[in-house]
Structures are given as C-alpha cells and as structure tokens.
C-alpha cells in the first residue's frame, strides 16, 4: 500500500470509528420505537452510506458488502417497506459491531479479507436480506 493510500485509509479508519460510535445511541432509539421518526432512520442510513462510499473507494469489498446490505435494509425502513423490530435492531447491532472488527483487522492487515470475518460478514448479510424479503433465496457472497 502506497503512503497516500496509507493516509487515506488511516483517516477512513478513524472516522469511520466515530461514525460507529454515533450509530449506536441512534440504534437504540430505533429499538425504542424512533421508526416513526424519520430523521432517525434516514441518519443511521447516512452513516452507513458514508461507510459503504469510503470502503468502495478503499476496495475494502467486505466492509462495502456489509454497509450496502444494511444500508438497503434501512432503505426500507425509511420507505415504510420494513418496520423495524428487536430482531432486525439487533442485526443491526451485530453489523456495527463487525464493521468495527473490520476496520481493526485493516488497520493491521491492510485488507478486510479474512476468511473468517468474510464467514461472519456472509451470515450477517443472509440475516438482512431475509429480513427485506423473507422469500429470498440470498445471494452467496460474490468477491470484486
């Protein structure tokens, strides 16, 4: 990895820590009943959104696939598609906390691939997508 892209990363790290960091209270309030408030949902939605981007950028694929897959599920979410319950809050959950392992396994590794972490990741995109359409047969997990 060249020095620019070295830096780059680092910053996308950093950042991306904090933005999971404001992600948890907002989940909460989505568990409490905060569906009704859209610009709850429609924040949670920009902070993956804003994750996915980077990682995309990055070639990070396994942190892009996981924030696109949550990204989706909070898409339906804000268009009333999906209410959220305990169970989907609790994936949701579940996504942050893997991105943040993510983001520790590239800080020192350089890569989010990892076998492992792209099992986890896997299971947790299967989770989303049933949720969106429990009739979905979900895709396995496609490599770039």
Known sequence: ????????????????????????????????????????????????????????FLELHTIQRLTQNAEDTLDAIRNEKLVPDAQLVDVLYKVTELTAELLYFVEANGTDKDPELDARTEELVVQLLTMLNPNRIASPMVQP
């Open 1 to 56: 990895m060249d020095e620019e892209i070295q830096e780059i990363t680092g910053i996308f790290i950093q950042e991306s820590r904090e933005t999971l960091d404001l992600s948890v209270p907002m989940l909460i309030a989505l568990e409490q009943g905060a569906s009704t408030d859209s610009s709850v949902v429609a924040a949670i939605f920009r902070l993956f959104h804003n994750i996915k981007g980077s990682a995309g």
